[in-house]
């Protein structure tokens, strides 16, 4: 089980090597879009509490590992400045058989978004603005 948190690119490559002999592995991976509610997004900044989110996500992967018969979860999210088309986020959950790697996959990305302390800020030609928790009303600065 691997959890980190990045400041350079993620490595891909190395999480979908989490197989180890398994018959599956579902690799998810969130890419930086240039687009969102109609505006063109110039690039994005990722901050995050590191101190809890590391624990909870540590915490989303054992309990993948836990619900399904999964043999390894990697959770990786990076910080910092992305620019257009850069990954953001990548879960790799390896297991005997796609269906139960395909289900640990979307939970462990489902619960993440939902309950980590991680913030995305969106830059735009004229401003920018901090997008909370789906439900909440997003922070313009200008």
């Not at 969102?36 to 900044?45: M, P, Q, T």
């Not at 509490?49 to 909870?56: H, I, K, N, S, T």
């Not at 993948?64 to 850069?86: C, F, Y």
């Amino acid at each position: 089980m691997s959890v980190r948190l990045v400041r350079a690119p993620i490595d891909l490559a190395s999480l979908s090597s989490a197989a180890s002999g398994d018959g599956a592995v579902c690799l998810f991976v969130g890419v930086v879009r240039d687009h969102n509610g109609g505006r063109r997004v110039l690039h994005l900044e990722y901050e995050a509490y590191e101190d809890m989110a590391l624990p909870l996500m540590e915490k989303i992967a054992a309990e993948a590992r836990e619900r399904w018969r999964v043999t390894d979860v990697r959770i990786v999210h990076r910080l910092g400045r992305l620019e257009i088309g850069e990954a953001s986020v990548a879960v790799a959950v390896a297991s005997p058989h796609r269906g139960e790697a395909f289900e640990a996959c979307r939970y462990a990305i489902d619960t993440l978004k939902a309950t980590v302390p991680i913030w995305k800020k969106e830059f735009y030609a004229d401003g920018a603005v901090w997008l909370d928790r789906p439900g909440e009303a997003p922070i313009t600065l200008s």
